[in-house]
């Protein structure tokens, strides 16, 4: 195999069978030619310190005028964000214009043999649903469910347990240093906020 390489969908399906990749759940019916699909998890985090809720903005103390496009203070890099989590139920949830949602993947990844990229597929995109801002790059040694930054168009209902995105796996060349960062193993789990204030300690 070449260096820099991707992986087909039979090679991903022999490198879990190996045990060089770990997919949690695995579903062989979501191997792709050259990528996996993932699904969406069933939390929601929104950071609470920017967006009013709905409660908040509908309340007397704000006069009812509010919405959740309306503002507060603007986060800081140097201050950790407190989030509002909400679960996906049954009927899904309504994304917004105009806010950031933090989601995740279903699925639990993990590999120390090969550099896992995630991005939206295409049906969700004609959707004009963007799955993640900037971090669609994985490193080796990353174990757990991916963070999804999500932004939206227009209003969009959305169900856990849909396909969400596509994750592919490259060759490295090089000796590996494993990633050993902010984001993983139980800190991994469920829609995971900013980390950056830690740069500051």
């Given at each position: 195999m070449n260096t820099g390489s991707v992986l087909t969908g039979d090679e991903i399906t022999a490198a879990l069978q190996r045990g060089d990749i770990e997919i949690d759940p695995y579903d062989a019916s979501q191997v792709n030619p050259a990528s996996y699909d993932l699904r969406l998890g069933d939390g929601v985090a929104v950071y609470n310190d920017w967006v009013y809720t709905v409660e908040e903005a509908m309340s007397p103390s704000?006069?009812?005028r509010l919405s959740a496009y309306d503002h507060k203070t603007p986060l800081s890099v140097k201050v950790e964000p407190r989030v509002t989590r909400y679960v996906i139920g049954e009927d899904g949830f309504i994304l917004k214009p105009?806010?950031?949602?933090?989601?995740?993947?279903?699925?639990?990844?993990?590999?120390?043999?090969?550099?896992?990229?995630?991005?939206?597929?295409?049906?969700?995109?004609?959707?004009?649903?963007?799955?993640?801002?900037?971090a669609g790059y994985g490193d080796a040694g990353f174990d757990g469910q991916y963070t999804l930054e999500v932004l939206v168009a227009h209003p969009v209902r959305v169900y856990a347990g849909m396909r969400v995105a596509q994750i592919r796996f490259?060759?490295?060349?090089?000796?590996?240093?494993?990633?050993?960062?902010?984001?993983?193993?139980?800190?991994?789990?469920?829609?995971v906020p900013s980390r950056a204030w830690r740069q500051f300690r």
């Open positions: 704000c006069g009812g105009g806010i950031g949602y933090l989601m995740h993947t279903l699925e639990r990844v993990h590999t120390e043999k090969y550099v896992p990229v995630l991005d939206g597929k295409s049906s969700i995109g004609r959707l004009f649903i963007q799955v993640h801002a900037t490259h060759t490295m060349q090089g000796k590996v240093r494993l990633y050993h960062g902010n984001y993983t193993g139980e800190a991994a789990r469920g829609a």
